[in-house]
């Protein structure tokens, strides 16, 4: 069945360098596009970006200059890295699939992971 | 970008109750509407899309609907594993969500 599961480090240093895991089964990266999707606690949610099939990436506007999307189809990875982390970074971070017709709509999501970024 | 606000905050309602969550979107995003629904410690999950048509596995008591730019949620009788928080998501752009609706058991 369909499966994605984020893995990376609990807590990160503020000004490091964040990087996350998604590892999927039960379709292809090269089927389905694959977006991270964040959450600070008890807030909203916020698309930071999207990893298309074909290889290429979009990225939300407000955190383009930080961040960097990519996989490994082999593996069934994808990767999230965002540098210059802040307090405001600490959030819940989840990989999700995107619609086989529309790649920013989400029918399948990872159990996410917590990240704080604290000294 | 393309703005959602969802009203009210939170609601609370009694078990077989029908309630309703609101969603307005900044902009003609026509149908390309989702909902989601956010159990306390677990990821959303997709209740609805195309502002009216039900993921696979929802249950009936769940529908959607649109008027202009404003959208709305229903459901129809209240059940106890419906306490959530509920999520309007537009998808006719770079998607953004609502701030959510968080429902309660009177």
């Known amino acids: 069945q369909v499966q994605l599961k984020e893995s990376g480090p609990g807590l990160v240093h503020p000004s490091q360098t964040l990087s996350l895991t998604c590892t999927v089964s039960?379709?292809?990266?090269?089927?389905?596009?694959v977006s991270w999707v964040r959450q600070p606690p008890g807030k909203g949610l916020e698309w930071m970006g999207v990893?298309?099939?074909?290889?290429?990436?979009a990225y939300n506007s407000l955190l383009k200059s930080r961040l960097t999307i990519s996989r490994d189809t082999s593996r069934g990875q994808v990767f999230l890295e965002m540098n210059s982390l802040q307090t405001e970074d600490t959030a819940s971070y989840y990989c999700?699939?995107?619609?086989?017709?529309?790649?920013?709509?989400?029918?399948?999501w990872g159990q996410g992971v917590m990240v704080t970024v604290s000294s | 970008d393309i703005r959602m606000t969802q009203s009210p905050a939170s609601l609370s309602a009694s078990l077989g109750e029908a309630v309703n969550f609101e969603c307005l979107a900044s902009?003609?995003?026509?149908?390309?509407l989702a909902w989601y629904q956010q159990k306390p410690g677990k990821s959303p999950q997709l209740l609805i899309y195309?502002?009216?048509s039900l993921q696979n596995g929802v249950p009936s008591r769940f529908s959607g609907d649109r008027s202009g730019t404003q959208f709305s949620l229903k459901i129809n009788s209240l059940q106890p594993e419906d306490v959530a928080t509920y999520f309007c998501?537009?998808?006719?752009?770079?998607?953004?969500f609502g701030s959510g609706t968080k429902l309660e058991i009177k």
């Open positions: 999700v699939r995107g619609f086989y017709s529309h790649y920013n709509l989400f029918d399948y």
């Open positions: 039960g379709f292809s990266l090269t089927n389905y596009h």
């Open positions: 990893m298309w099939t074909g290889g290429r990436t």
């Open positions: 902009e003609d995003i026509y149908s390309d």
């Open positions: 195309n502002a009216n």
């Open positions: 998501q537009q998808y006719n752009n770079y998607p953004t």
